[in-house]
């Protein structure tokens, strides 16, 4: 990993005479090597001080790291085998911002252990999911099925930002920013499918991106809400009907995260699906100004003596 990260500086400073880290270009892939500070901002109910939201997103992270790397090594074993530069470039692009989540999605969950929460039992189902999946074409299916579904979470949050009202900034800060990019490299894993399986019929390539779906939705189900049971278990909360219909309420009523990812989630499951298609052009622009107006005072800290960064900022 560590590879991929120095290789952000170079792919950075192709970046910069286009306006830097802002990007003109729905298709950019532009790695940011930023850092969030989580664990020096380690709070407990981060989220509007509310046990149901911080579950639900502290969950998610706990999948993260493993997740990402598995991502990584299911493209980058094709990445040499498609002769294809542009892709192989698209791959290289998705492979740095994905060490980046990978780097600071550790340092979150390093965070969350320190508050006394029992990580290590929370990530072990998640290593032993992925492991049974050993052949490539589909280990890359599983990551163009979760690629969709953290692209249909990033496109509910980025299109509708106050669903993270009362957010601890710095959190708020790295899940927008990784949202950003999720949808930036939102179709490089489908591009690497379709040219790895160039040669079998659309019908036979539909029915491995849905049965891959399928047996990526159940477990990463499963192995959610044991996560979030564990987890505010570690909170003294009794993980009982009362808990679970705030929680559900909390995702699928208001705010209602879950509920607006569900309907580009489904998108996933017509014949005709392209990432391409949905335009979100706009979102991403919207999104690298954002980014670009939250870290100017961070990039102007650092100019001077390097510090804290983020926490400062936030
Ligand atoms: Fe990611
Ligand atoms: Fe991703």
Same mark, same amino acid.
């Given at each position: 990993?560590?590879?991929?990260?120095?290789?952000?500086?170079?792919?950075?400073?192709?970046?910069?005479?286009?306006?830097?880290?802002?990007?003109?270009?729905?298709?950019?892939?532009? /790695?940011?090597?930023? !850092?969030?500070?989580?664990?020096?901002?380690?709070? !407990?109910?981060?989220?509007?001080?509310?046990?149901?939201?911080?579950?639900?997103?502290?969950?998610?992270?706990?999948?993260?790291?493993?997740?990402?790397?598995?991502?990584?090594?299911?493209?980058?074993?094709?990445?040499?085998? %498609?002769?294809?530069?542009? %892709?192989?470039?698209?791959?290289?692009?998705?492979?740095?911002?994905?060490?980046?989540?990978?780097?600071?999605? =550790?340092?979150?969950?390093?965070?969350?252990?320190?508050?006394?929460?029992?990580?290590?039992?929370?990530?072990?189902?998640?290593?032993?999911?992925?492991?049974? %999946?050993? +052949?490539?074409?589909?280990?890359?299916?599983?990551?163009?099925?979760?690629?969709?579904?953290?692209?249909?979470?990033?496109?509910?949050?980025?299109?509708? /930002?106050?669903?993270?009202?009362? #957010?601890? /900034?710095?959190?708020?800060?790295?899940?927008?920013?990784?949202?950003? =990019?999720?949808?930036?490299?939102?179709?490089?894993?489908?591009?690497?499918? +379709?040219?790895?399986?160039?040669?079998?019929?659309?019908?036979?390539?539909?029915?491995?991106?849905?049965? #891959?779906?399928?047996?990526?939705?159940?477990?990463?189900?499963?192995?959610? %809400? !044991?996560?979030?049971?564990?987890?505010?278990?570690?909170?003294?909360?009794?993980?009982?009907?009362?808990?679970?219909?705030?929680?559900?309420?909390? +995702?699928?009523?208001?705010?209602?995260?879950?509920?607006?990812?569900?309907?580009?989630?489904? !998108?996933?499951?017509? /014949?005709?699906?392209?990432?391409? +298609?949905?335009?979100?052009?706009?979102?991403?622009?919207?999104?690298?100004?954002?980014?670009?107006?939250?870290?100017?005072?961070?990039?102007?800290?650092?100019? =001077?003596?390097?510090?804290?960064?983020?926490?400062?900022?936030?």
């Amino acid at each position: 990993m560590s590879e991929l990260i120095g290789m952000a500086g170079h792919m950075g400073e192709s970046t910069k005479s286009k306006r830097a880290e802002i990007g003109d270009d729905e298709r950019d892939i532009i /790695p940011r090597d930023f !850092r969030f500070d989580i664990p020096g901002n380690a709070t !407990r109910n981060w989220f509007a001080g509310d046990i149901a939201k911080t579950s639900m997103i502290d969950a998610m992270s706990i999948f993260l790291p493993e997740g990402e790397r598995f991502f990584i090594r299911s493209l980058k074993h094709y990445s040499g085998k %498609l002769k294809d530069k542009a %892709l192989s470039k698209e791959i290289n692009g998705y492979a740095v911002q994905e060490a980046f989540h990978t780097r600071e999605h =550790e340092d979150y969950n390093r965070a969350i252990a320190s508050l006394g929460y029992d990580v290590a039992e929370m990530e072990r189902p998640i290593g032993q999911a992925l492991g049974l %999946l050993k +052949n490539p074409l589909y280990r890359l299916a599983a990551t163009c099925a979760i690629e969709h579904l953290t692209a249909s979470f990033s496109s509910a949050l980025l299109r509708r /930002p106050h669903l993270m009202d009362g #957010a601890h /900034p710095a959190y708020r800060r790295l899940w927008m920013w990784h949202a950003l =990019e999720e949808l930036e490299h939102k179709a490089v894993a489908l591009d690497v499918l +379709n040219a790895a399986t160039k040669d079998i019929s659309s019908f036979k390539r539909y029915w491995l991106r849905v049965w #891959a779906m399928n047996a990526v939705l159940a477990p990463f189900l499963l192995i959610f %809400l !044991r996560n979030v049971r564990i987890y505010v278990r570690a909170d003294g909360v009794k993980p009982g009907f009362r808990f679970w219909a705030k929680f559900f309420w909390a +995702n699928f009523g208001k705010p209602g995260l879950l509920r607006h990812t569900a309907a580009p989630l489904l !998108r996933y499951y017509t /014949p005709w699906f392209d990432p391409r +298609n949905g335009d979100d052009s706009k979102l991403i622009a919207r999104g690298r100004e954002w980014l670009d107006r939250e870290f100017r005072p961070v990039a102007r800290s650092r100019a =001077e003596p390097p510090s804290g960064a983020v926490a400062a900022a936030g």
